[in-house]
C-alpha cells in the first residue's frame, strides 16, 4: 500500500460526458502528479501541483484539467470525452524535497468511454 | 529532452533462470535520477529502487540487482532465481534534478513484460 487513494478505481461513461477523478496523496506529500496510462502511449506525464500550485504540465489536452486543495488531495476533470480517453489514469505523490524522491503512486482510476 | 528506451517489449523465462531487463536513457543534465518501478497485474505502480547519477554502484537487493553505468547511459536490472511472482511490467524512468519543490517529473520508458513459466 503506497498511501496514495485514488477513486473511483473503474469508471464506464459515454462519449461527450464528464467525469472526475479524485486523489488523495500520502499523508505530508505536498506534490502530486497525475500521469495517464494507454496501450498505444504508454505512461504519459498530464500534470504537477505543489501545494496547491500548478507546477509542471505535459501532455494534458485542453478538454482535460487539475486542481490541489487546501487539504492536498487533488483532482483531474476530464470533459468531453472522446473514446481515445480511455485510460489508466494514476495519481501520484512525493514529499517537499522533490529533488532525487521517488514518486508514490495509487493504484490508478480506469477509465473506459464507450 | 530526456528519454527512456526499453529495447525488449517482451521477456518469457523458465522460473529460476536469471534475466536482465535492459534500460537506456538519453538527457543534457549531468544530474539525473533514474527509478525501476514494477506493475504487476493488478495494475499498481511499486518503486523498486532509486539511483542518482553521481552513484555509480552496483546495488543488490535479494533477487534484484541493478547496474547502472553512465559511460553507456544504461540502466540494466536483473532478476536472479526468476520466480512466477516476478511476472510483471517493468519500467525504468529518469527524472531531472531541480531545485526543491519545483517541477520535477519521472519520462517512463516503454516498458517490459516479463512472464516467468513455471
Known amino acids: 500500500d503506497s498511501g496514495v487513494t485514488q477513486t473511483p478505481k473503474h469508471l464506464i461513461t459515454a462519449t461527450g460526458q464528464r467525469v472526475t477523478l479524485r486523489c488523495s496523496p500520502r499523508?505530508?506529500?505536498?506534490?502530486v502528479y497525475w500521469y495517464q496510462q494507454s496501450l498505444d502511449q504508454g505512461l504519459q506525464f498530464l500534470i504537477q501541483?505543489?501545494?496547491?500550485?500548478?507546477?509542471a504540465k505535459g501532455n494534458i489536452l485542453e478538454r482535460f484539467s487539475a486542481q490541489q486543495f487546501p487539504d492536498l488531495h487533488s483532482e483531474l476533470n476530464l470533459s468531453s470525452l472522446e473514446l481515445g480517453d480511455s485510460a489508466l489514469y494514476f495519481c501520484?505523490?512525493?514529499?517537499?524535497?522533490?529533488?532525487?524522491?521517488?514518486?508514490?503512486f495509487g493504484e490508478g482510476s480506469r477509465l473506459t468511454v464507450l | 529532452a530526456q528519454k527512456v528506451t526499453q529495447a525488449q517489449t517482451e521477456i518469457s523465462v523458465v522460473e529460476k533462470e536469471d534475466v536482465t531487463l535492459d534500460c537506456v536513457y538519453e538527457?543534457?543534465?549531468?544530474?539525473?535520477?533514474l527509478f525501476w518501478y514494477k506493475q504487476p497485474p493488478s495494475g499498481e505502480l511499486v518503486f523498486l529502487i532509486r539511483?542518482?547519477?553521481?552513484?555509480?554502484q552496483n546495488e543488490i537487493s535479494g533477487r534484484y540487482s541493478w547496474n547502472f553505468q553512465k559511460s553507456t547511459s544504461s540502466f540494466n536490472f536483473t532478476i536472479t532465481a526468476s520466480q512466477v511472482v516476478d511476472s510483471a511490467v517493468y519500467f525504468c524512468?529518469?527524472?531531472?534534478?531541480?531545485?526543491?519543490?519545483?517541477?520535477?517529473?519521472?519520462?517512463f520508458g516503454s516498458g517490459t513484460q516479463l512472464t516467468v513459466l513455471p
Open positions: 499523508s505530508g506529500d505536498l506534490s
Open positions: 539511483r542518482n547519477s553521481f552513484d555509480e
Open positions: 501520484a505523490s512525493s514529499d517537499y524535497r522533490g529533488l532525487g524522491g521517488e514518486l508514490f
Open positions: 524512468a529518469l527524472s531531472e534534478a531541480r531545485s526543491s519543490g519545483s517541477a520535477r517529473q519521472l519520462t
Open positions: 538527457t543534457r543534465d549531468t544530474t539525473y535520477y
Open positions: 501541483y505543489y501545494n496547491g500550485e500548478e507546477r
